[in-house]
């Protein structure tokens, strides 16, 4: 029997225990902790959908928010949960007023999704969407900085940027750029969709106009979790996408920012009350709580990289982009790969295309084992032509 390098165990969560999943990247995994206090609250909220929703929502919600900014190092003032970070990039987006001519500045390795809500509010006010080219593998910080920086104009209105990008699975060194084109008058919007949970976060010391960052991928709260961060001097000026009660509250016990993303209609509250939930049931996996975690994962998401590497040899990014997931280039490869390595070999992993390339990217989590590991190992080599080691 082989050592164990990758020593994820299953038992915390309810995946299927036949399939190897390698892809906690995209939607996450919720553990069954976090999901049976989901489902006393449910029971709670229907035994009186009345109590619930009025008296007791706005502690419950206040709680879970002041556990949230504490963990992301912000005020709880300045943070609201939105269901994922695609409603917290368009609230944003579209609560700003765009002339013709201004540019809205992204880079080619953004979410589609994202990168369609920057086109949506470009063409209506007929601005232009401008796209960075950023190398990848990404060698050096400078060569995703100096790409973003050339692209910026005097017409450059917003630039939206990631902490971590989603295909090419990048930490970014995006610090002091922000804070460089905050500083020029240029506000910025993160996308942190998978930076909650994967890697430290001091929001509140941030430059960034704005954030959003999902709770259900690295946090492991139930899907439709996420937090918006606005600096204290945009929030009279962004709101949610659904204008609800808040819009003419007149309370003045919280911010109209508040007021308004706390409540968009009736939804089901308990995935943003599970957040203190996730928070200790993930953060008690590890002696060392979370640091502990986001570092173990890191290099369990570098050993799989590695082993990867030895399959498919290739130049591949220094370990500092590295966080909880790692991609790899699949020569000859196109994203019907994905499917192929679930039907044949019963692994969950994603192929993306991104450009003319096919990029398969792992996501370390708790739950991955060895045995996962070893499975994509070995199907690689049986099913992508000119693998080393292929049979
Ligand atoms: C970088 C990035 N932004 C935004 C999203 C969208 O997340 P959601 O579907 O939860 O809104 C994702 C999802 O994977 C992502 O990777």
Same mark, same amino acid.
Request: aromatic share 8%; proline share 0%; no cysteine.
């Given at each position: 029997m082989s050592r164990c390098r990758v020593c994820g165990v299953r038992h915390p969560w309810q995946l299927d225990d036949a399939v190897h999943f390698l892809n906690h990247g995209s939607f996450g995994a919720t553990p069954r902790k976090v999901l049976e206090r989901q489902s006393e609250l449910r029971a709670t909220l229907e035994s009186n959908p009345v109590r619930f929703m009025t008296r007791e929502y706005e502690p419950r919600l206040d709680q879970a928010r002041d556990e949230l900014a504490r963990f992301v190092g912000a005020r709880p003032q300045d943070v609201v949960f939105v269901n994922n970070a695609t409603t917290g990039v368009n609230a944003v987006l579209r609560s700003l007023k765009f002339e013709p001519g201004d540019e809205l500045l992204t880079f080619d390795h953004a979410y589609n999704a994202c990168v369609n809500a920057l086109r949506f509010v470009a063409e209506r006010s007929g601005a232009r969407v401008v796209v960075a080219q950023v190398p990848f593998p990404l060698m050096k910080d400078e060569f995703f900085i100096d790409a973003i920086r050339e692209r910026v104009?005097?017409?450059? $209105?917003l630039v939206l940027l990631e902490r971590i990008t989603s295909p090419t699975a990048l930490v970014l060194p995006i610090d002091a750029l922000v804070a460089e084109l905050e500083g020029r008058g240029i506000p910025v919007l993160v996308?942190?969709?998978?930076a909650p949970g994967q890697v430290p976060l001091h929001l509140e010391h941030t430059k960034a106009s704005f954030t959003t960052g999902n709770l259900h991928k690295w946090v492991c709260a139930p899907k439709g979790s996420a937090l918006l961060h606005v600096r204290e001097d945009w929030q009279s000026r962004i709101h949610p996408t659904t204008i609800s009660h808040g819009a003419n509250s007149p309370r003045s016990d919280r911010s109209k920012f508040q007021l308004e993303f706390d409540w968009v209609g009736t939804d089901d509250p308990t995935a943003y009350f599970c957040v203190p939930t996730a928070l200790a049931t993930m953060g008690g996996l590890v002696a060392g709580g979370w640091p502990a975690l986001m570092e173990r994962n890191r290099e369990d998401a570098l050993e799989i990289r590695q082993r990867l590497m030895h399959v498919l040899p290739q130049e591949l990014s220094p370990a $500092?982009?590295?966080?909880s997931m790692a991609s790899i280039v699949v020569p000859g490869a196109t994203r019907a790969l994905s499917d192929r390595l679930l039907r044949e070999f019963a692994i969950e992993v994603p192929v993306f295309q991104f450009g003319d390339r096919a990029v398969l990217r792992v996501s370390a989590q708790r739950h991955v084992r060895e045995q996962d590991v070893e499975a994509l190992v070995d199907a690689l080599r049986k099913t992508v032509p000119g693998a080393r080691g292929a049979a």
């Open positions: 104009t005097a017409r450059t $209105k996308d942190a969709a998978h $500092k982009f590295v966080g």
